[in-house]
């Protein structure tokens, strides 16, 4: 079964860190491109990032809102992705989710991909 | 950086009811547009790629069409497991969602 699932949110003061983790199984996690995205309770969906693969260089892109304070990254040996998370701020407070991207040129633009498969996401509050 | 809007922002309708949602971007997409269902305290689940192509396990009556800047997604005969939250999302440039449009039962 194509699973993702994210765990490390929590409780955290203004300007504090986290780091969220996502882990995969069921697919070949190397080979795809990974993006978080965060929902602040009762609003929408907000892109936060991309990496992609060694293929690519690992190359990210970051929303403007956490661009400078937000660092994803990736272990394909523990078919793990990571969202490290400083300066948090209590617009912040959302949860996060973690997406894989359908891979294939006949999908993806030059720059990114429609995510297919989600994890469950994990709830991050920053508060004092 | 792309902006994305949906109209209307709600939408009332009946089991049965046609529905039509419009995602409009603010520059040139081509047709790197995707379409997602969320329902409450569940994540997104893609229904449509490439502003056209049914994901695989989607029902037909889900149909997505438009380029370039206008799109819509259409469900041909409402069901009662439709009534969510769609979102479009454009890929061409990184990535952006637009705002959502609730679907709720007249």
């Known amino acids: 079964e194509v699973q993702l699932v994210e765990s490390g949110g929590g409780l955290v003061q203004p300007g504090g860190s986290l780091k969220l983790s996502c882990a995969a199984s069921?697919?070949?996690?190397?080979?795809?491109?990974m993006q978080w995205v965060r929902q602040a309770s009762g609003k929408g969906l907000e892109w936060v990032g991309r990496?992609?693969?060694?293929?690519?260089?690992?190359?990210?892109a970051y929303a403007a809102s956490v661009k400078g304070r937000f660092t994803i990254s990736r272990d394909d040996s523990k078919n793990t992705a990571y969202l490290q998370m400083n300066s948090l701020k209590t617009e912040d407070t959302a949860v996060y989710y973690c997406?894989?991207?359908?891979?294939?040129?006949?999908?993806?633009?030059?720059?990114?991909?429609?995510?297919?498969?989600w994890g469950k996401g994990t709830t991050v509050t920053v508060s004092s | 950086d792309i902006q994305m809007t949906q109209s209307p922002s709600t939408l009332s309708a009946s089991v049965g009811d046609r529905v039509t949602i419009t995602c409009r971007a603010s520059?040139?997409?081509?047709?790197?547009l995707a379409w997602y269902q969320q329902k409450p305290g569940k994540a997104p689940k893609i229904l449509i790629y490439?502003?056209?192509s049914l994901e695989s396990g989607v029902p037909s009556r889900f149909s997505g069409s438009g380029s370039e800047t206008e799109f819509t997604l259409t469900i041909s005969s409402l069901q009662p497991d439709d009534f969510a939250t769609y979102y479009c999302?454009?890929?061409?440039?990184?990535?952006?969602f637009g705002p959502g449009t609730k679907v709720d039962i007249k």
């Open positions: 069921g697919f070949t996690f190397s080979d795809s491109a």
């Open positions: 997406t894989s991207d359908r891979v294939g040129p006949a999908y993806c633009s030059s720059s990114s991909c429609p995510m297919d498969v």
């Open positions: 490439k502003a056209s």
């Open positions: 990496i992609r693969t060694k293929a690519n260089s690992y190359a990210t």
């Open positions: 520059q040139s997409i081509s047709s790197w």
């Open positions: 999302q454009q890929y061409n440039s990184y990535s952006t």
